[in-house]
């Protein structure tokens, strides 16, 4: 039980993390810090090339440690998909997030919509998986009837926490994608 568990948080936080990376109509750094930029040779994400802040409501600065690097961030950030507008003061960067159109909306609820489903999917496989453990254990003779009721019953208690902590972020998404 103990690794399903485990393997379901795994999930809950892959799941969590791809949400966040779908805008809402606050400012949000998960929406620029992995974009990756050419320094120096190397491929490295924004988080690792400044600070990030929000400045609410609708803006995201950026306070690169180089000013050699600033004009490479603005140009990942512009040929990034994020339809942002993006300008450049000396070291910062503002990024400014115009006000999400309804046909946009609907398109990033109907976004957070698949990756809900994909991580309900992503846990009833791992149900699935864990009840033909149990089953397989009931079949060597290892468990009783009793316990493997008891252990199945235990592994969907699981699930439907866990979806309906699915279901709670995936409302909270939405929320933020209205605002």
């Known amino acids: 039980m103990g690794n399903l568990e485990q393997k379901i948080k795994q999930a809950l936080d892959y799941f969590k993390d791809q949400l966040s990376s779908i805008r809402g109509g606050r400012p949000n750094a998960k929406l620029v810090e992995d974009i990756s ?53 000396g070291n910062i960067i503002r990024v400014n997030l115009p006000p999400l159109s ?4 609907i398109e990033l609820t109907k976004l957070a919509k698949k990756e ?18 149990i089953s397989g254990r009931f079949d060597a003779k290892e468990i009783g009837e009793d316990e493997k009721f008891k252990l199945k019953e235990k592994v969907q208690g699981i699930v439907d926490k866990a979806n309906e902590e699915i279901e709670n972020i995936l409302n909270a998404k939405i929320k933020e994608i209205e605002e």
């Open 37 to 89: 930029i050419e320094y120096f040779g190397q491929r490295l994400p924004i988080k690792q090339l400044g600070s990030i802040n929000m400045v609410p409501p609708r803006e995201i600065q950026i306070s690169v440690w180089d000013k050699n690097a600033a004009s490479a961030v603005l140009k990942a950030i512009e040929a990034s998909n994020l339809n942002v507008g993006v300008s450049l003061d």
């Open 116 to 133: 809900t489903e994909d991580a309900k999917i992503k846990i009833r496989g791992l149900r699935d998986d864990e009840n033909k453990e």
């Open 102 to 105: 309804g046909e946009r909306r």
